[in-house]
């Protein structure tokens, strides 16, 4: 499967543009605190179900800032009519290849550990243990 990825200077970013987005692979981090989730892989709404606007004013807050300094964040929009399950072996291929690179101690996740493996190809601008 192609996965054309969009890089965004913070997760800020990334949440304005893909707020509605209801199929969706995203990436926090690339080094060091990262986190790896889904959109689409089980029943509910896009980032701004999971990441209500009150949670990122808060967070903007904890911080004391309205953008987070050198953690990027990264996208790849999935087609329409993939199946929940197969956008969360997505996921868990992505997943397990920041954990190749990186290590459990970059990952701000629990691995999935039941999944298929996905034969990935990537486009744009992937993180760079994906490249």
């Known amino acids: 499967m192609l996965l054309r990825w969009y890089k965004y200077a913070s997760f800020f970013e990334l949440w304005q543009t893909h707020e509605w987005d209801l ?3 995203y990436i926090i981090g690339e080094r ?4 790896v989730g889904s959109i689409g892989s089980k029943d509910g709404g896009g980032l701004h179900t999971r990441y209500q606007k009150q949670y990122i004013d808060r967070a903007k807050a904890i911080f004391g800032a309205s ?3 050198r953690q990027p964040a990264f996208a790849a929009r999935i087609p329409k009519g993939i199946p929940c399950q197969k956008i969360k072996d997505i ?4 997943q397990h290849a920041l954990i190749r690179v990186h290590g459990n101690d970059a990952a ?7 999944f298929t493996p996905v034969p ?4 744009g601008n992937p993180p760079a243990f994906l490249a």
């Open 32 to 35: 060091h605190h990262c986190y």
């Open 120 to 123: 990935l190809h990537h486009k």
């Open 67 to 69: 953008e987070p300094k």
């Open 91 to 94: 996921e868990a291929t992505v």
């Open 23 to 25: 199929h969706l692979i």
């Open 108 to 114: 701000l996740f629990r691995p999935i550990k039941k």
